[in-house]
């Protein structure tokens, strides 16, 4: 009884330090961001709280749509907290993305984020892809008023499908959710991997792995 009690205990214990770890609470009202700070933190420092605003906590724009006219047809507005300093320490970001007709977000991860996304307009196509071994593509059209969420740290993109302007609005369970673009990542890295590692992996010449590397 004693050792089922002890590993209850301990079961607890790791659960309660990995939730504290992954994303803890405020010890504060607010730790309102401070980008001046020299000091070094796991974020930003707060600034002193009796210079706070209104404005730390404000951003206006969302309203606004954002220029499509790139080689992916879409665009991201993020409210971060490197947009808005008053988002420091509490754990949520959100971001209007506007595409063009088949527009594309391209598979991506948010290393520190769960995202949970709303169709605001159009219609889109979205999926994830689950890890190793099975690498299960799970996907979905969505309409306006749609919701879809993406797992913390998993490859995942939107495509617009329909034949207008498409928006929607995605919510993230970190203030610095973070971006990995896989394009720009594997073959935009700066110095760039090493052409023969990419051409093994990729099982294909290394000629392909050049132009690749070219686009970005």
Request: charged share 10%; with cysteine.
């Amino acid at each position: 009884m004693a050792c089922h009690n002890i590993m209850i205990l301990s079961l607890l214990t790791v659960t309660f330090t990995l939730v504290i770890a992954f994303e803890p609470s405020p010890l504060q009202d607010f730790c309102v961001a401070d980008p001046t700070s020299s000091a070094r933190v796991n974020g930003l420092a707060c600034l002193d709280s009796k210079l706070v605003q209104a404005n730390h906590f404000f951003f206006s724009g969302l309203h606004v749509p954002g220029n499509t006219s790139n080689p992916l047809g879409s665009t991201v507005t993020p409210v971060t907290v490197g947009q808005l300093p008053g988002l420091n320490t509490l754990g949520i970001s959100l971001a209007r993305i506007d595409y063009a007709p088949w527009g594309v977000i391209p598979p991506h991860t948010h290393p520190r984020a769960t995202e949970i996304l709303t169709v605001q307009q159009g219609k889109l196509f979205v999926g994830f892809v689950t890890s190793n071994p099975d690498n299960r593509l799970i996907s979905k059209v969505l309409d306006m008023g749609d919701v879809f969420v993406f797992p913390v740290g998993l490859p995942h993109f939107q495509q617009n499908i329909g034949t207008g302007k498409a928006v929607s609005l995605s919510t993230l369970s970190s203030q610095n959710p973070g971006v990995i673009t896989i394009a720009n990542a594997v073959f935009g890295s700066t110095p760039p991997i090493a052409d023969d590692v990419l051409a093994k992996a990729f099982q294909v010449d290394k000629s392909v792995i050049t132009r690749l590397q070219a686009q970005f």
